[in-house]
């Protein structure tokens, strides 16, 4: 078998089994159960929170050392780290502990860029598509299967929420094992480049009439990885599409994360029960939720190219966000255990669609060689977004109250994007107006007399 098969047979298994974790549609029934007997406003309050400020502050430094440290030793520590979590979930009742395990949680989350980047390290730029595909469709079915494993399992009566736990625990032991001897990469795009191996790839900007400022390729083999880091980022923002789509990216990023953080709670609070005796849903919408979005990623492929440009993206960004807001909205209203199921459902599917044909936006914006610090800022941004949506919310409001502000935040972002489609067709109205008005106006005609002086009739 060649290199090739063998490294993305080892990434493509790596990748599934890195999300097969049958508890997690079952966190906030293990944590109210009797195995903690945390209600869901501690858990909404002093857990879940200790969680998100440990992954926000976690991913600002992972994201800076990763290509220093080429990668593989942050994928190891992220098994490790998801070791201690769930080692503490089952090993512990005291409140303090779990929100140990909730920094641990952030690290194992924080840390998971370090894989998305080793894979492009490691195979050939011809093969990154493949590779991508494999890796991501693997990644689905690892949550797919760890959905439905889980509902299938409780619902006979099979397992309990603990023993879900416990499989967890056992798949992060199986990662870590394969990571430890994954191969190291040889080389990485800033800290640790090849003297021979030099980003070549113009800039271009599809959608924007200033292209960013192109350097050849001896310029650029002769930066050092933080001027390399300045250059690219520079260029990848001042092209304005690329400046506004990434602010779509990281909002729309830091309310889908909060919604997927929180929506047990809100299930929880909504079923209005505390006892784990009753079989929950949460598996089955995972799972429909998973391949839902597997199948509408898909799709997204065959969107037509012209309704990515602008003024089409800046329409239908400002209509999908007031679609979440109005599905969020009804989230935090309604008192239907399976309306907030299906409103999860439709609110993230669209999120998925969207985020999809915008990365694919972003990356035809941009040089190949800066994917991964372009929307490596932007997953930061949204990571200090949600750090501050936190702070201000968590004591402040309610479960529903804090769905309700999600779904504003969104209708807000419809608005922006709005106004960024309105000072668009200014512009383009403007441009047919002048075109229509020089088509229209009378052509001076130039007369010769005999002098040869040009006068105008």
């Keep these: 078998m060649e290199q090739w098969g063998k490294i993305a047979i080892v990434l493509t298994l790596f990748g599934f089994l890195k999300d097969f974790r049958p508890s997690d549609p079952f966190v906030v029934q293990f944590l109210n159960g009797s195995w903690h007997n945390i209600s869901a406003e501690q858990i909404n309050q002093q857990v879940f929170p200790v969680g998100t400020y440990s992954y926000g502050i976690q991913l600002v430094i992972t994201f800076l050392i990763t290509d220093y440290f080429r990668y593989k030793p942050l994928i190891i520590l992220s098994g490790v780290a998801g070791i201690g979590y769930w080692a503490l979930f089952v090993g512990t009742k005291s409140l303090v502990w779990l929100q140990v395990a909730e920094v641990f949680y952030g690290t194992y989350k924080s840390a998971d860029v370090a894989f998305w980047s080793y894979i492009y390290a490691r195979v050939d730029k011809s093969c990154y598509q493949k590779i991508t595909s494999y890796t991501k469709s693997a990644s689905q079915l690892g949550k797919f299967a760890g959905a439905v494993g889980a509902q299938i399992l409780l619902f006979y009566g099979l397992v309990d929420y603990l023993d879900l736990n416990y499989v967890s625990l056992a798949v992060q032991l199986c990662t870590t094992s394969i990571a430890v001897f994954l191969?190291?990469?040889?080389?990485?795009?800033?800290?640790?480049?090849?003297?021979?191996?030099?980003?070549?790839?113009?800039?271009?900007?599809?959608?924007?009439?200033?292209?960013?400022?192109?350097?050849?390729?001896?310029?650029?083999?002769?930066?050092?990885?933080?001027?390399?880091?300045?250059?690219?980022?520079?260029?990848?923002?001042?092209?304005?599409?690329?400046?506004?789509?990434?602010?779509?990216?990281?909002?729309?990023?830091?309310?889908?994360?909060?919604?997927?953080?929180?929506?047990?709670?809100?299930?929880?609070?909504?079923?209005?029960?505390?006892?784990?005796?009753?079989?929950?849903?949460?598996?089955?919408?995972?799972?429909?939720?998973?391949?839902?979005?597997?199948?509408?990623?898909?799709?997204?492929?065959?969107?037509?190219?012209?309704?990515?440009?602008?003024?089409?993206?800046?329409?239908?960004?400002?209509?999908?966000?007031?679609?979440?807001?109005?599905?969020?909205?009804?989230?935090?209203?309604?008192?239907?255990?399976?309306?907030?199921?299906?409103?999860?459902?439709?609110?993230?599917?669209?999120?998925?669609?969207?985020?999809?044909?915008?990365?694919?936006?972003?990356?035809?914006?941009?040089?190949?060689?800066?994917?991964?610090?372009?929307?490596?800022?932007?997953?930061?941004?949204?990571?200090?977004?949600?750090?501050?949506?936190?702070?201000?919310?968590?004591?402040?409001?309610?479960?529903?109250?804090?769905?309700?502000?999600?779904?504003?935040?969104?209708?807000g972002m419809g608005v922006l994007f709005s106004v960024f489609l309105m000072v668009e067709l200014r512009k383009w109205w403007k441009i047919v107006f002048y075109m229509v008005k020089a088509r229209l106006s009378p052509r001076k005609k130039v007369v010769l007399d005999g002098n040869k002086n040009h006068q105008l009739a």
């Excluded at 933080?226 to 690219?232: G, K, N, P, Q």
């Excluded at 209005?272 to 598996?283: F, P, Y």
């Excluded at 991964?372 to 919310?393: E, H, K, P, R």
């Design 183 to 411: 191969p190291s990469a040889p080389k990485s795009i800033y800290f640790n480049r090849s003297a021979t191996s030099i980003p070549s790839e113009k800039y271009h900007a599809r959608n924007d009439s200033s292209s960013p400022p192109t350097v050849g390729d001896e310029a650029i083999a002769k930066l050092s990885a933080m001027e390399l880091l300045w250059f690219h980022a520079k260029s990848a923002y001042s092209n304005f599409t690329v400046l506004r789509f990434s602010i779509w990216y990281a909002v729309a990023s830091c309310i889908y994360y909060q919604t997927v953080l929180y929506v047990q709670v809100l299930w929880k609070t909504i079923s209005g029960t505390a006892t784990t005796k009753v079989v929950h849903w949460n598996g089955a919408v995972e799972a429909v939720l998973t391949i839902s979005s597997a199948v509408i990623t898909f799709c997204a492929g065959f969107v037509p190219a012209k309704m990515l440009h602008v003024p089409y993206a800046l329409a239908g960004l400002s209509c999908i966000s007031f679609m979440q807001g109005g599905i969020l909205l009804i989230s935090g209203l309604t008192g239907n255990l399976w309306v907030a199921y299906g409103a999860h459902i439709c609110y993230s599917i669209l999120h998925a669609f969207t985020i999809t044909l915008l990365c694919s936006e972003i990356a035809g914006n941009i040089c190949r060689d800066s994917f991964g610090l372009v929307f490596g800022i932007n997953a930061m941004i949204g990571s200090v977004l949600q750090c501050l949506l936190t702070v201000v919310m968590v004591n402040c409001s309610t479960i529903k109250g804090q769905f309700v502000v999600y779904a504003g935040v969104s209708g």
